[in-house]
T-cell receptor, first 110, second 116 residues
Framework: RKEVEQDPGPFNVPEGATVAFNCTYS??????FFWYRQDCRKEPKLLMS???SGNEDGRFTAQLNRASQYISLLIRDSKLSDSATYLC???????????FGAGTTVTVRA | DAGITQSPRHKVTETGTPVTLRCHQT?????MYWYRQDPGHGLRLIHY???????DKGEVSDGYSVSRSKTEDFLLTLESATSSQTSVYFC???????????????FGQGTRLTVV
C-alpha cells in the first residue's frame, strides 16, 4: 500500500463550481500535512499547510481527519487558473522526509 | 522565489554513462532532497541530506549516489544510466526551525533527463 494515496482524477469542473478531493495516508505517526500545487512541466509549490483544526486561505479550505487518516482540499468558486495538479504531502514526526501522493488533476473549463 | 537552481535543466545521455545533476541553494537551508517524478507515481524520494556530509537513502535509491560537501550544493549521480532512469528530477530544500513543525519545502525547476 502506498504511503499517501490520492484520487488521480481528473476532476473537470466549470468555472464557479466547487470541487473537493481527499488524500489518505497510512502512517498514523504522520504529523505535518500540506497541499502543493503543480502546474504542467513546472515545479511543485506550496499551496497551504493543513492544521488540525482545519484552515482556510481565500477560496481554498483544507481539513484534517486524524481518526480516518485523511486530508481534504476544497476549492470554491473555481477559476480557470486553478487548473493544476494538487499534491498531497505528509511528513512524519521523527524524520525529515516528505512523502508525496501522485496528485489529483483539476481542470476548470470556461 | 527561493534561491534554488538545478543544472542542467535538460540532458540526453546514453545508457551506461555516468551522469551528475547539481542542486545549488543560496538559502542556507539544512535539508536537501532529490526526487524523481514519473507519470502515475508522483514524486519519489531518491536521497536526502540533513547536513554537510550527512545523507540517507530514500525509497528509490538504487542506481543513485549523492554527495554534499558544502551546505549549498547537493549532487546526484547516476553511476551507470539506464533507460528506467529517464525521468524529471527535482531538488528540494527545507529548514526545520523546530523539530516536527510544519515547514515549507522549496523546489528547483527540475531536470529532464532522457537516457537513450
Amino acid at each position: 500500500r502506498k504511503e499517501v494515496e490520492q484520487d488521480p482524477g481528473p476532476f473537470n469542473v466549470p468555472e464557479g463550481a466547487t470541487v473537493a478531493f481527499n488524500c489518505t495516508y497510512s502512517n498514523s505517526a504522520s504529523q505535518s500535512f500540506f497541499w502543493y500545487r503543480q502546474d504542467c512541466r513546472k515545479e511543485p509549490k506550496l499551496l497551504m499547510s493543513v492544521y488540525s483544526s482545519g484552515n482556510e486561505d481565500g477560496r481554498f479550505t483544507a481539513q484534517l481527519n486524524r481518526a480516518s487518516q485523511y486530508i481534504s482540499l476544497l476549492i470554491r468558486d473555481s477559476k480557470l487558473s486553478d487548473s493544476a495538479t494538487y499534491l498531497c504531502v505528509v511528513k512524519h514526526s521523527n524524520d525529515y522526509k516528505l512523502s508525496f501522493g501522485a496528485g489529483t488533476t483539476v481542470t476548470v473549463r470556461a | 522565489d527561493a534561491g534554488i537552481t538545478q543544472s542542467p535543466r535538460h540532458k540526453v545521455t546514453e545508457t551506461g554513462t555516468p551522469v551528475t545533476l547539481r542542486c545549488h541553494q543560496t538559502e542556507n537551508h539544512r535539508y536537501m532532497y532529490w526526487y524523481r517524478q514519473d507519470p502515475g507515481h508522483g514524486l519519489r524520494l531518491i536521497h536526502y541530506s540533513y547536513g554537510v556530509k550527512d545523507t540517507d537513502k530514500g525509497e528509490v535509491s538504487d542506481g543513485y549516489s549523492v554527495s554534499r560537501s558544502k551546505t549549498e550544493d547537493f549532487l546526484l549521480t547516476l553511476e551507470s544510466a539506464t533507460s528506467s532512469q529517464t525521468s524529471v528530477y527535482f531538488c528540494a530544500i527545507s529548514e526545520l526551525h523546530q523539530p516536527g513543525l510544519n515547514t515549507e519545502a522549496f523546489f528547483g525547476q527540475g531536470t529532464r533527463l532522457t537516457v537513450v
